[in-house]
C-alpha cells in the first residue's frame, strides 16, 4: 500500500463515475487495456474487490463505494488547494460537465462562454453520466434530472427533444439500418431507444455519441439525436415526428457555496444566456429554411 499513487486513485474514480473501461479510458488518456490493468493492480493491494464486472460495465461493490466515498474527500480537498492555489496567482478554472451534444454547442459557441478577456480558464468535461457536485467534481453541470442535494443550486433551462435523422433525401432506404452506441455506453435514454425499440436493426455500433452524426450524415443509417442538433444539420431530416417519450427538462447546477465565486456565476449566467437563445431548436421546433 505505501507504493499506491494518487494516480491510482483517481483511474478508480474515472472507472466509478464513467461505469466502465471505454470511458474511464477516455477521460484519463489511457487505453481501456491499462485502465483495467490499474484497477486490478489497485484491488490486490487493497486485498478487495472494488468492482463486479459484466458486459454492461463495472458496478461497485460494497467495498468499492466504501473506497469511493473515502476518495471524493480526498479529491475535494486536493481541488480546493489547487483552487486556493490560482487564486494566489490571480487565474482561476472553473470546471464545466456536459453531455456531448450540449459540449458540442458549446463549442460552437465557445466565445460566448469564455474569451481571452477573461481571467479565468474553462476546463469542459464531456460525459453522458449525471455530474455530482458536493463534493466538488464539476462547477458548473448540465443535468437532465432536477438535483434533490440540499447543497446544490440549479436553474431550468428549458426541454430538450429527441428524433430520428437520416440523411436528406435518402426516402426510406435506411428505414431498417440503425445506428447506435454500445449498450455498455448507452448510459442516457436517448442511447438505449435503438437497443430497446430497434435491436435487430441496428446495423453499425460506435463508442461515442458524437460519431452518430457523422455516421447519420454519410447515410450510413438513422440514428437518434437531440432536435437542436439534427435539425440544424443541412446534411440531415428527421425520419419521423419526435420521439415524445425521450423529452425531458434540463438544469443549470452548481455548488450552493460557490454562488458568490464570480467567474463560476459568470460562467454559468452565460451558459444559461446561450440555451435560453436556442430554447426552440432544444424543444423541437424545427428552423425555417431557404
Known amino acids: 500500500m505505501k507504493d499506491m499513487s494518487w494516480e491510482s486513485y483517481r483511474i478508480f474514480l474515472d472507472v466509478a463515475r464513467q461505469g466502465g473501461l471505454t470511458?474511464?479510458?477516455?477521460?484519463?488518456?489511457?487505453?481501456?487495456?491499462?485502465?483495467?490493468?490499474?484497477?486490478?493492480?489497485?484491488?490486490?493491494?487493497?486485498?478487495?474487490?472494488?468492482?463486479?464486472?459484466s458486459q454492461t460495465g463495472y458496478r461497485m461493490t460494497a467495498e468499492g463505494q466504501a473506497l469511493h466515498d473515502r476518495l471524493l474527500a480526498m479529491e475535494a480537498i486536493a481541488r480546493g488547494i489547487e483552487s486556493w492555489r490560482?487564486?494566489?496567482?490571480g487565474t482561476t478554472t472553473v470546471r464545466v460537465m456536459a453531455g456531448t451534444w450540449v459540449t458540442w454547442l458549446v463549442c460552437e459557441n465557445m466565445t460566448a462562454i469564455c474569451t481571452g478577456?477573461?481571467?479565468?480558464?474553462?476546463?469542459?468535461?464531456?460525459?453522458?453520466?449525471?455530474?455530482?457536485?458536493?463534493?466538488?467534481?464539476?462547477?458548473?453541470a448540465l443535468r437532465a434530472v432536477e438535483p434533490t442535494e440540499p447543497a446544490l443550486i440549479s436553474r431550468p433551462a428549458g426541454d430538450v427533444a429527441y428524433a430520428a435523422y437520416r440523411r436528406r433525401n435518402a426516402g426510406d432506404a435506411l428505414a431498417d439500418r440503425w445506428l447506435a452506441v454500445s449498450e455498455?455506453?448507452?448510459?442516457?435514454?436517448?442511447?438505449?431507444?435503438?437497443?430497446e425499440r430497434m435491436g435487430g436493426s441496428i446495423a453499425?455500433?460506435?463508442?461515442?455519441?458524437?460519431?452518430?452524426?457523422?455516421?447519420?450524415?454519410?447515410?450510413?443509417g438513422q440514428a437518434v439525436l437531440p432536435c437542436f442538433v439534427?435539425?440544424?444539420?443541412?446534411?440531415?431530416?428527421?425520419?419521423?415526428?419526435?420521439?415524445?417519450?425521450?423529452?425531458?427538462?434540463?438544469?443549470?447546477v452548481a455548488n450552493g457555496e460557490d454562488r458568490h465565486r464570480r467567474d463560476i456565476r459568470t460562467v454559468s449566467d452565460r451558459l444559461f444566456r446561450?440555451?435560453?437563445?436556442?430554447?426552440?431548436l432544444f424543444s423541437g421546433r424545427r428552423p425555417s429554411r431557404t
Open 274 to 280: 446561450l440555451l435560453k437563445s436556442y430554447s426552440d
Open 86 to 89: 490560482q487564486e494566489g496567482q
Open 184 to 195: 455498455e455506453d448507452a448510459v442516457s435514454a436517448y442511447l438505449r431507444w435503438p437497443h
Open 23 to 53: 470511458g474511464a479510458a477516455q477521460a484519463s488518456g489511457l487505453s481501456p487495456a491499462t485502465v483495467g490493468r490499474r484497477i486490478l493492480q489497485l484491488e490486490e493491494a487493497m486485498g478487495r474487490v472494488l468492482f463486479q464486472r
Open 117 to 140: 478577456r477573461d481571467p479565468f480558464r474553462l476546463d469542459l468535461s464531456v460525459s453522458e453520466r449525471r455530474a455530482t457536485l458536493a463534493h466538488r467534481e464539476v462547477d458548473v
Open 230 to 252: 439534427g435539425d440544424l444539420d443541412p446534411d440531415l431530416e428527421r425520419a419521423g415526428e419526435e420521439i415524445r417519450e425521450l423529452r425531458h427538462h434540463q438544469w443549470i
Open 204 to 220: 453499425i455500433v460506435v463508442s461515442r455519441p458524437r460519431s452518430l452524426l457523422d455516421l447519420a450524415r454519410s447515410g450510413a
